[in-house]
C-alpha cells in the first residue's frame, strides 16, 4: 500500500490516489485516461492486498484455532510454525481441477464467486489505510461500504441455487434471510459514531479521532458509554453479516454440510474463501476506523511531515483491524452456532431495539452536549 | 425460543406442524455421510423450508454380523467382538458380556477383579460421556469443547493403555475376571486422573454447557416425555433425562455397585422442560462426576487378591441354560442374552443395544423441529452407528 | 458457575434482560477459557518427529521366539479370525521352520492368542504403525529364520550320530545276547528285530 501513499503534505480532502498519479502522469490526459488508470492500479493493489490478507488470516485463523485448542495448527509447510501453508493451499486450489457440475446451472455457478470477490473488493475502495491513503474519499463511505457489501448476498445466493444441491440451496436461504436482517442492526448502530463524528466518510471519522496525542478515539471520548456497547452491538451485527461463528449459518458444516459452497472447489472455492475473510477485515476496518482511532496511535502526531507517519499510519490501522479480526477468530473457535429461527429474533427482538435505544441514547447526548457547551 | 412446549401436547411427544401456504415439501438426505450423524446414519427428512414435517432413519451401513459371528466363535473368542460394537465404550461391553456368560458358568469374578472392573467401567463411562458432550458441541457448532473433552479422554486411554495394552477395543475384561492384574502405579494414575477430572470438569461446563447459546439450541428442543421414553424403551441418560429415576448400577445391583454411594442423576428440567436436549446433556454431565466420585470410592475400597477365578480357564463349556443380563453402559441398557448347549460355542447370541433402541425414538422427536434442530436432537441421542447396526 | 454438586434449583430465567446478561455473560466466561488456553503449550505431539512411548503391555505388531515354540497350533486356534498362519517340518525334537505369519489385515489386536501359548513364546510388541502402499505388505512374517539353523544342524546330527551309536550298541548288546541264547537254546527262531 505504501507505494501508493501521497506525501503527507498533500490535501487532506482530496482523493490521495488519483492526485498522486495526476503527479505521476504526464500532464493533459483526459479525465477518462486518469480515471482508468487510477482504477487499475488501485484493483491492483487492493487484490494484491486482499490476496496477501486472505493467506495470512487463513494461516492465523488456524493458528488461532489450533493453540486454543490446545494443539498447534499447521506445523510442517514452511520452517516456522507452518507458515507457508496457507501459500500451498493457495496453489492447490489453483491447480485443482475447475469441477462444474452437470446439473448445475452453469451461468450461475460460475458467476457466483466472481459476484462475491468483486463486491468484496469494492468495498475496499472506501476504506482509509491512513490519512488519504484510500482509493475513494467518498463522502458517503460508511453507506457505501454498507450497501456494495450486501450485494455478495446475491452472489451467494446464486452459488447456492446454481449448485443445484438442497445443502447448497439451505445454506443460500439462510444468507438471504440473515444478511437481510442484518442491515439493519449493522446500519443502526453505524449511527452512533456518524452522529457523533457528524459524517459519513471514513476519512473524515479518522482525522477527527487523531486530538488527544492521537489517543482521541471515539472510544475514549466523552461518549465512551455509547461507544462501548454500539460496538458491541456493531461487532455482532458484523459477525451476522460476515456469515462467522456463531452465525455461520450459511455453511454451517454440521447441519448443512458446507453449506451454499458445498459443490465448489478450485479457484472458485478460493474466491469464497477469499471474500470471507476480505469480509472479515472490511466489517474489523470499519469498525477500526469509526471506534478505534482508525489509524491514529498516541505519538503519530510527533511524526507529522516525516516519511514515517504515512507507513506507520497504515501499519497502525492494519494492525488494529487485524486485531478485531483476531477477535473475530476467537469468538468463532468459543461458542457454539445459534439456529436460524434464533438468528431473526436476535436481529429484530434484541439487536434492533437496543440499536434504537442507543441511538437515541447517543442523540440526547449530542443535545446535551450541545446545550451545556454550546458546541 | 421455537417450540411453545408448554403446550401439554407437544410434551406428549406429539408434534403439531402448522402450515400457512401449502408448498411442495423438499426430501434431503442426511448422511449417511453427514457430518451430524456421527457415523453411517442415513436420515432422511422431509422439509418444509426449515421447518421437518417427516423423518425416517435407515440402519445398516455398518452391518458386521455380530450376533452371528457370536454363534461361530468360541466363547472366549468371542469378547473381542464385543469391543467394537460400541468402540467407544469397551470395557463395558467387555464386562456385559463377560457378566452374562458367568452368569451361565455360575461362577463369581473375585472381589479384586470386580473393583477393578468397576474402575474401568466408570472411568470408560467417563470417557464415553465426553466424547459425547464433546461431539454433541460439535453438533451444534462449538468446535472447541470437544477438543478439551478429547484433552482429558486421552489421559483415559493412557489408563486404560496401561492396564491392558490398547487404547479402545480394550479385551480385558474376560469371563472370570480379568487377563491380567492391575500393573504396579496403575492405581496411583487413576487417582491422579481423578483428582485432575474433577478440575476440568468445569471448564466444559462454563464454556459449552452454561453458554447462552447452547442453552437456546438445546433446551425445549427435542423433548421425550417421561411415558414416551418409557414406550419407545428408552435408557441410560436418554431415560434419565426424561426423569425416569432408573439406573442399573443401582436398580439390578451386580459387582460391587452396592457398596458404593452415588447419586442417580436425572433431567429435571434445568434450563426448560423434562426431557429436553439439554437434560440429556446434563444427566452426561453430572453423571461424569458421579463416575468419578465412584472411582475414588473403589480405590479406597480395593484391596489385594485374586483377579481371575480359578475354574474359569480359556476354553468355556458352560452347561446348558440360558442367561439374560444387561447393564448401565454410558448410553443405557446393554443386554447380553445367551443360549448354551453345552459345547464350547454360543447356541445363540443376542445383544440389546441402547443407542439401537434409543435412536428409535429421534424419528418421533424431528417433525415440527427445525433442520438445525436434526443435528441436536440426533447428537444428544448419543448414537454409536457400530452399536445401533452391530 | 460450574458446580461439582448438582444445582439445587433449576435456572430459567428467560427474562428480556436475564436473555441479554446470559449472553454476554456466558460468552465472556468462555471467551476467558479460550484466551487462557491460547496461551498454554499444546497437548499434542508432532507424531511422526516426536512419539509417545509405549507402555510395556502394548498391544503392537507380534514377536515370536522362534526357538521356543514348539509348532502347536494354539495360538492359531485361539485366534478368532484365524489369521495366524504356519508350517514346519519336524525333525524329531527339532522344527524345520517354512513359515510363521500373521495376516495384520485381519489381526485385531486382541492378545487372545498369547494366553494359551504352552512356551509363552508369542508376544505383543511395540510396534504400531504398519503404513504401507501394497496390502499384500500387511502378511508379516515372524520367524527370524527359516529351513534349519547351523545350530539345528549341528543338533540334529548329533542327536542322529546318538541315535545311531544307540542302535549300535543296542545291536551289539542284541547280537551278544543272541550269542549267548544261541549257545543256551540254539532252536528258538529270530525275532522282535525292524
Ligand atoms: S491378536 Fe487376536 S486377532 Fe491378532 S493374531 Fe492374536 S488372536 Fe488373532
Ligand atoms: S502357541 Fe506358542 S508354542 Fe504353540 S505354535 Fe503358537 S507360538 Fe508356538
Known sequence: MSAALPPAAAAPQGNGLTELLGGLLPDGLPFWALALTGAVVSFAIIFAFIAVLAMFATWLERKVAGHIQVRYGPMRTGAWHGWAQALADGVKLLIKEDLVLTSADKPLFKLAPMVVLSTALAAFVALPFGPNAIVADLDLGIYFIIAISSITTFGVIMAGWGSNNKWSLYGAMREAAQVASYEIPLGLSLMMPVMYFGSLSLNHAGAMQSGWYGMHWYVFSDAFWIAIPSFALFFTAALAETKRAPFDLPESESELVAGFHTEYSGIRFAFFFMEEYAAMYLMSAVGTALWFGAWNFPGLSLLEGTVLHAPLAVAAFVTKSLLLVFVMMWVRWTVPRIRIDQVMALGYKYLTPLCLLMILLAASWEWVKAIAFGA | ?390 | MATLQEPAAPASDRSYWGNVWHAVKSTAVGMGITFRYLWTKPFTTQYPDERLPVDGRYRGIHYLEQDLCIYCQACAKACPVDCIDMGAQRHGKELEWEFFSIDYQKCMFCELCVYPCPKDCIHMGEQYSLVTEDKSDFLLELTSWQGLTEEQKLRIAEAEAAKAAKKAAAAKAKAAKEAAEAAAEPAEPEEGKE
Open chain 2, 1 to 390: 425460543m421455537a417450540n411453545s412446549t408448554k403446550d401439554p401436547a407437544l410434551r406428549a411427544g406429539e408434534r403439531l406442524v402448522e402450515l400457512d401456504v401449502r408448498t411442495q415439501d423438499v426430501e434431503i438426505n442426511m448422511g449417511p455421510q453427514h457430518p451430524a450423524t456421527h457415523g453411517v446414519l442415513r436420515v432422511l427428512l422431509r422439509a418444509d423450508g426449515e421447518i421437518l414435517t417427516g423423518a425416517q432413519s435407515h440402519l445398516g451401513y455398518l452391518h458386521r454380523c455380530a450376533e452371528k459371528i457370536g454363534e461361530k466363535v468360541d466363547w472366549l473368542q468371542y469378547l473381542p467382538y464385543t469391543d467394537r460394537y460400541d468402540y467407544l465404550s469397551a470395557m463395558n461391553n467387555n464386562l456385559a458380556y463377560s457378566l452374562a456368560v458367568e452368569k451361565l458358568l455360575g461362577v463369581e469374578a473375585p472381589e479384586r477383579a470386580q473393583f477393578i472392573r468397576v474402575i474401568l467401567a466408570e472411568l470408560n463411562r467417563i470417557a464415553s460421556h465426553l466424547v459425547a458432550v464433546g461431539t454433541y458441541g460439535m453438533d451444534i457448532g462449538a468446535f472447541t469443547p470437544f477438543f478439551y473433552a478429547l484433552r482429558e479422554r486421552e489421559l483415559l486411554l493412557d489408563i486404560f493403555e496401561k492396564i491392558c495394552g490398547a487404547r479402545l477395543t480394550y479385551s480385558y475384561i474376560r469371563p472370570g475376571g480379568l487377563m491380567n492384574d492391575a500393573p504396579a502405579g496403575w492405581l496411583e494414575q487413576v487417582k491422579a486422573f481423578t483428582e485432575l477430572f474433577d478440575k476440568k470438569w468445569g471448564e466444559y461446563w462454563d464454556l459449552l454447557v452454561d453458554s447462552k447459546i447452547f442453552v437456546e439450541r438445546t433446551a425445549n428442543v427435542g423433548v421425550v416425555s417421561e411415558e414416551l421414553a418409557l414406550a419407545w424403551g428408552c435408557s441410560g441418560p436418554m431415560l434419565r433425562g426424561s426423569g425416569v429415576d432408573w439406573d442399573l448400577r443401582r436398580d439390578a445391583p451386580h459387582l460391587v455397585y452396592d457398596r458404593l454411594d452415588f447419586e442417580v442423576i436425572v433431567g429435571r428440567g434445568y434450563r426448560g422442560t423434562v426431557g429436553d436436549c439439554f437434560d440429556r446433556n446434563y444427566v452426561r454431565m453430572y453423571e461424569m462426576v458421579q463416575s468419578n466420585r465412584m472411582i475414588r470410592q473403589c480405590l479406597e475400597q480395593i484391596e489385594d487378591g485374586e483377579v481371575q477365578h480359578p475354574d474359569v480357564g480359556l476354553l468355556l463349556r458352560p452347561a446348558p441354560g440360558e442367561a439374560y443380563v444387561g447393564i448401565e453402559n454410558p448410553r443405557g441398557e446393554l443386554g447380553h442374552y445367551l443360549v448354551s448347549d453345552g459345547s464350547k460355542i454360543a447356541r445363540r447370541l443376542r445383544v440389546r443395544g441402547p443407542s439401537f433402541c434409543n435412536l428409535a425414538v429421534a424419528e418421533h422427536l424431528l417433525p415440527g423441529c427445525m433442520l438445525a434442530d436434526a443435528a441436536a436432537i440426533i447428537g444428544s441421542v448419543d448414537i454409536v452407528i457400530g452399536e445401533t447396526d452391530r
